[in-house]
Antibody
Framework: EVQLVESGGGLVQPGGSLRLSCAAS????????MSWVRQAPGKGLEWVANIKQDGSEKYYVDSVKGRFTISRDNAKNSLYLQMNSLRAEDTAVYYC??????????????WGQGTLVTVSS | SYELTQPPSVSVSPGQTARITCSADALPKQYAYWYQQKPGQAPVLVIY???ERPSGIPERFSGSSSGTTVTLTISGVQAEDEADYYC???????????FGGGTKLTVL
């Protein structure tokens, strides 16, 4: 059974940092692209970042470029999101998601339960 | 930037058919995907590759595509189908996934 379990969320002041983790199990982690997707309170889903199987390619939504870094450790079956210079608008539930592809078409076939990040003074 | 537009809300009575549309101003020949999200839960994939249904998803869920619009159809809506539904696609390179704004389905 595929499982994705996020951790690391919490309350942080504006300008602060936080590191999210996602522990994966039930599949060959190193064979899949992985993503972070977030959802602000009462709002819709927003893709945040993608990382290739070997970590050699990483992509970000414009609003987090230069502030967030996605990474992975295939030996530990873990995905990470380092978030720096946090802003109030980064407040959201952050989901870890496995990425599937049909040719060049990505989608999210498994999701974790999410971890809440609150940026507030 | 690439955007997907969904109606904010759709309401239907139990047993009726609900149709939720998702339109793009310029469809980059990418497949569309649909997710169901109930309050306090993570999204669940209900349609992939425009019209395919993952295992475990009821047959009353179907998808279709025509031009720059894709549609999620739920036939014989049940109370348990009340949820937010999101379409998702990507830019032409497949690098940047994009979500629609979401549609709240209310079962009257």
């Amino acid at each position: 059974e595929v499982q994705l379990v996020e951790s690391g969320g919490g309350l942080v002041q504006p300008g602060g940092s936080l590191r999210l983790s996602c522990a994966a199990s039930g599949f060959t982690f190193s064979s899949y692209w992985m993503s972070w997707v977030r959802q602000a309170p009462g709002k819709g889903l927003e893709w945040v970042a993608n990382i290739k199987q070997d970590g050699s390619e990483k992509y970000y939504v414009d609003s987090v470029k230069g502030r967030f870094t996605i990474s992975r450790d295939n030996a530990k079956n873990s995905l990470y999101l380092q978030m720096n210079s946090l802003r109030a608008e980064d407040t959201a539930v952050y989901y870890c998601a496995r990425v599937g592809y049909y040719y060049d078409s990505p989608y999210f076939d498994y999701w974790g339960q999410g971890t809440l990040v609150t940026v507030s003074s | 930037s690439y955007e997907l537009t969904q109606p904010p809300s759709v309401s239907v009575s139990p047993g009726q058919t609900a149709r939720i549309t998702c339109s793009a101003d310029a469809l980059p020949k990418q497949y569309a995907y649909w997710y169901q999200q109930k309050p306090g839960q993570a999204p669940v994939l209900v349609i992939y590759k425009d019209s395919e249904r993952p295992s475990g998803i009821p047959e009353r869920f179907s998808g279709s595509s025509s031009g720059t619009t894709v549609t999620l159809t739920i036939s014989g809506v049940q109370a348990e189908d009340e949820a937010d539904y999101y379409c998702q696609s990507a830019d032409s390179s497949g690098t940047y996934p994009v979500f629609g704004g979401g549609t709240k389905l209310t079962v009257l």
